[in-house]
């Protein structure tokens, strides 16, 4: 049974910082690209940061500078350091896997930035 456990999210004031973790279990196959979206209130679901098997990472714009995603592949694991944290930075961010044949989502940790 495949099991994507997030952890790290929480309340914290602007200007402040929050680590969130991704550990990935029961995934037979090659773990190719993991990331982390985020959806806000009314908003759509969408991209925050990834990173590809070689260790690439893409960023939304809006977090350029601010965010760092990295993995453990040994743990089958992806992690975002998020600094400068911004009241827009709000929502749940969903950790997601995409592995040969399939893609795997998180159940999503809530991120609560007040001004």
């Known amino acids: 049974q495949v099991q994507l456990v997030e952890s790290g999210g929480g309340l914290v004031q602007a200007g402040g910082s929050l680590r969130l973790s991704c550990t990935a279990s029961g995934i037979g196959f090659r773990i190719n690209v993991m990331g982390w979206y985020r959806q806000a209130p009314g908003k759509q679901r969408e991209l925050v940061a990834r990173?590809?098997?070689?260790?690439?990472?893409n960023y939304a714009d809006s977090v350029k500078g601010r965010f760092t995603i990295s993995r453990d592949n040994a743990k089958n694991a992806v992690y975002l350091q998020m600094n400068s944290l911004k009241p827009e930075d709000t929502g749940i961010y969903y950790c997601n896997i995409v592995a040969t044949f399939r893609e795997y989502w998180g159940q999503g940790t809530q991120v609560t930035v007040s001004s």
């Open positions: 990173i590809f098997s070689g260790g690439t990472p």
